[in-house]
């Protein structure tokens, strides 16, 4: 082996040793930023909302205004520094905001939880991956609901608003043939939060899924969010 090659393969050993170092001392993304907490963050939605009661003669739809905006810190009911999770309510884009709840969210633990009238629920597991499952409420009182990543890190739009990186946590899409459907999944864009929401719980007169003998259906679209 002469010289001249020598001093080469040292070099390439000392410069694949500097370019792993680097590597390994460059920070994570974990993808925490698809669920901000910054204090001031907010979103806006305009929802829709249908509940239909066959034996009351219930078939109302609603449409409506709700803002979600992060607040100070606060203890959660586990003894962590949790954010506040504010929800404003009004009927039109004319009326003030009336503050409806105050709830907590956290990320801890690899995970995003949100505390809604005291139920914890995990909104999402980190970091993102198509292999990841988890059940949503794990720590209340509901039913299991097995929840999994799709569409990661894909562009999106709604609302004139365009964004870069995007993912869908697909939360319950049960199609029987008789009696009961259900589909529900959120849709979260980095440095945003949750852009869209898709919730259906139907109980059917058989297998028409427009055929509703009972159940509620919402749907919030993002039209303005940002900071204040």
Not at 30 to 53: A, C, K, Q, W
């Amino acid at each position: 082996m002469n010289l001249l090659f020598k001093c080469f393969l040292r070099i390439t050993i000392i410069a694949v040793a500097f370019l792993v170092g680097c590597k390994k001392n460059e920070p994570v993304d974990l993808h925490y930023d698809y669920f901000p907490m910054d204090e001031g963050r907010f979103i806006t939605y305009s929802v829709r909302e249908i509940n239909i009661d066959y034996a009351l003669g219930l078939n109302d739809t609603l449409n409506y205004y709700v803002k979600t905006k992060i607040g100070d810190t606060i203890t959660d009911n586990e003894g962590r520094v949790a954010r506040r999770y504010e929800r404003y309510f009004r009927d039109s884009l004319t009326q003030p905001w009336a503050l409806q709840d105050s709830w907590t969210c956290i990320i801890a633990s690899g995970r995003a939880e949100l505390v809604e009238e005291n139920q914890r629920t995990i909104k999402m597991v980190f970091t993102p991956d198509k292999y990841k499952e988890w059940n949503c409420n794990a720590y209340n009182s509901f039913d299991a609901l097995d929840c999994y990543y799709r569409d990661l890190h894909e562009p999106a739009s709604i609302n004139g608003f365009s964004f870069a990186s995007t993912m869908t946590v697909e939360q319950e899409d049960f199609h029987p043939i008789l009696y009961f459907y259900r589909r529900k999944y959120e849709q979260y864009a980095k440095g945003v939060g949750m852009y869209y929401k898709h919730y259906k719980d139907f109980r059917l007169f058989g297998n028409d899924t427009l055929d509703v003998k009972k159940g509620k259906e919402l749907i919030m679209r993002l039209i303005d969010y940002g900071t204040e």
